[in-house]
């Protein structure tokens, strides 16, 4: 029952008359790569460069309460982990820690970098930054961390080869994808396309709920570049928000 009360709820807050897509003309969507290793860099050069009035970024308050409380303590007992399997792996702890699903671990457990740029900048200039993902969304996530940074998860991990596309090359996909060249996958993690449908829609509402309140000349929201995406089964931010082609933009491509 909640579930459809909320989906309802959304949908006419989204299509009112008292919401129309006129109000989200000017606004921008950052799309990013989370494991992009210029990342801080590169949104904080996107922000001294466009000067926002209002930034939101994809985390949920609960998520970025968790992080602040637990993220130090997550990454040393997953560190003294990753040390004692190295150690009977005869791996070298260092070669362990460049190890891509190891580093994509420590990524996730710390405050991303699109925050962290974020929050440096509003704290000089005094605008307003504002967490917009969902937070029940999060917090079924996290509940996958116990198993995530087990001993016995990492020896899985280090087992598996350790390559990744290079980010330029993730960014090239996040291009063709935003422009229409490529569908999206059906698949998603995370709970599938129900879950991912929820979050769209409450991070629409966050978004659309901060334009009205602050009515900003220069609103950007900074997130991960699928949510810029349009085609798939899962309707993205983007799409519900009604936003057009030539207000998504890239990070590596300077905003």
């Known amino acids: 029952m909640r ?20 109000r989200r003309a ?8 989370h494991s992009d290793p210029k990342g801080f860099s590169r949104t904080r050069t996107f922000l001294e460069g466009y000067g926002p009035a209002l930034i939101m970024v994809e985390i949920s308050p609960f998520a970025l309460k968790f992080r602040k409380e637990r993220s130090s303590e997550l990454r040393k007992a997953f560190l ?8 009977e792996r005869k791996i070298e702890f260092a070669a362990a820690l460049k190890h891509v699903q190891i580093a994509s671990i420590l990524r996730q457990i710390g405050i991303p970098y699109e ?6 900048y509003a704290k000089r200039t005094g605008i307003d930054l504002i967490a917009v993902d969902y937070s029940e969304f999060s917090s079924e996530w996290i509940e996958t961390w116990p198993e995530m940074t087990s001993a016995a998860n990492i020896e899985r991990l280090m087992e598996m080869e350790s390559a990744a596309p290079p980010v330029a090359s ?28 929820k979050r769209e829609r409450h991070m629409a509402v966050e978004i659309t709920s901060a334009l ?13 570049w699928w949510h810029l995406s349009c085609g798939g089964s899962v309707k993205t931010l983007r799409e519900l928000l009604g936003i057009g082609a030539a ?4 990070l590596d491509r300077g905003g």
């Open 80 to 87: 003294e982990r990753l040390r004692m399997v190295a150690r």
């Open 115 to 120: 925050y962290r740029a974020s929050a440096a």
């Open 170 to 197: 993730l960014y090239a996909q996040a291009a063709r994808r935003i422009g229409g060249g490529l569908s999206l996958p059906e698949t998603l993690p995370g709970g599938g396309a129900p879950g991912w449908q």
């Open 3 to 22: 579930p459809n009360r909320l989906v309802f709820v959304v949908n006419a807050f989204i299509n009112s008359p008292a919401h129309p897509p006129a």
């Open 212 to 224: 009205e309140r602050f009515n900003p000349e220069r609103p950007v929201y900074i997130g991960g």
């Open 247 to 250: 207000s998504c933009r890239l």
């Open 26 to 33: 000017g606004l921008i969507l950052l799309g990013t790569v």
